[in-house]
């Protein structure tokens, strides 16, 4: 009979050992490796950082950043702001001086829009008057948007009393008309600032924002993340300021920048009316309001003022229709 391939006890030698083990590690090493003998790439950190989800706020912003509405919006919106706050670096003259041998003459050197009624110079009239809608527009949707929240939040949270009790209230606000209720309100109002007319706004604007709060809050507890909170034991504070609130406010801040534009435009009409500001504060709806008499003999006084009034709201109502879009998921 032949040789026996190895020993006769059974035992394997070491260098047989050995080399059964390299052999095994080897084929082990080739059935790993991929075709064309190269070794698995493994994914670069970036690649992996960019396939993370975005939230809201960033998945909105990179919308807004590509919308041509929000730019254009915010571009006139940045411009009325940089005019509100240094209007003498546009216009150089005193929106006050006036000159009656210059009553409703056209445009001349240095006076590209005319002059209105009493001899005052359109354009610088019109460059200081942004500051009025700016200032009353900013103040008002912010005590809106404070006030109106803060009161329907509770009320959707709270619930019971509370809720039907504010309910009642906001439909008591809603049937007064805004436009009658600032002539009965502000008539008896003797101060020339704009602080009556913010506060009017206030009064008579809050309930709007505080029905859409109420609404954003009901339904944002019924989301899944609110009741894992409320099982843990987390207070009604924390469920209500870290939960609930942060994405419940977005259908707020749409709201409100909507509205800013027409908070402008109902200073604009109360002025107008003249229960609003009086001269001799400068104020667009001021301005219209003294050159309507006039307007087949000088329209240029009637056209800037009411042009930059109309260019002014419709920025800010732009600008809120393209927040809307950038936030509203069912939109997308």
């Not at 216009?91 to 005319?114: E, R, T, V, W, Y």
């Not at 939960?243 to 402008?264: E, F, Q």
């Not at 667009?284 to 000088?298: E, H, K, L, M, V």
Request: hydrophobic fraction near 50%; include cysteine.
């Amino acid at each position: 009979m032949p040789d026996q391939p190895f020993p006769s006890d059974g035992t394997i030698s070491g260098g047989a050992t050995a080399g059964a083990m390299h052999l095994a590690a080897s084929e082990a090493e080739a059935l790993e490796r991929p075709l064309g003998g190269r070794a698995p790439v493994e994914p670069e950190p970036a690649a992996v950082s960019a396939e993370r989800p975005r939230s809201l706020w960033s998945d909105a912003w990179r919308d807004l950043r590509r919308n041509p509405v929000f730019i254009v919006s915010g571009l006139i919106i940045v411009f009325l702001v940089f005019v509100s706050l240094w209007p003498s670096a546009i216009a150089s003259g005193s929106p006050l001086k006036c000159d009656l041998a210059k009553s409703q003459q056209g445009s001349a050197p240095g006076h590209p829009f005319g002059y209105d009624g009493q001899g005052c110079d359109v354009y610088t009239r019109t460059v200081y008057g942004a500051r009025t809608s700016v200032v009353v527009g900013v103040c008002a949707t912010l005590g809106v948007a404070v006030l109106g929240s803060v009161l329907g939040a509770l009320a959707g949270f709270l619930g019971g009393l509370w809720d039907s009790f504010l309910s009642r209230i906001t439909d008591i606000f809603f049937a007064i008309p805004v436009v009658l209720g600032g002539l009965v309100l502000l008539s008896v109002v003797t101060s020339n600032s704009v602080w009556p007319v913010i506060g009017f706004i206030v009064l008579l604007g809050w309930p709007q924002l505080s029905r859409i709060a109420r609404g954003a809050v009901i339904t944002a507890q019924q989301n899944d993340y609110v009741q894992a909170a409320r099982a843990l034991g987390a207070s009604n504070s924390r469920v209500l300021l870290r939960h609930i609130a942060p994405n419940a406010v977005a259908p707020v801040i749409v709201v409100a920048t909507i509205a800013l534009g027409s908070y402008i435009a109902l200073e604009a009409t109360l002025s107008y009316l003249g229960v609003g500001l009086k001269p001799p504060s400068v104020s667009w709806g001021i301005d219209i309001s003294a050159a309507s008499p006039y307007i087949r003999n000088a329209p240029h006084a009637l056209l800037w003022p009411s042009g930059a009034l109309a260019i002014t709201v419709l920025a800010f109502i732009m600008l809120g229709d393209a927040v809307r879009d950038a936030l509203d998921p069912k939109l997308r």
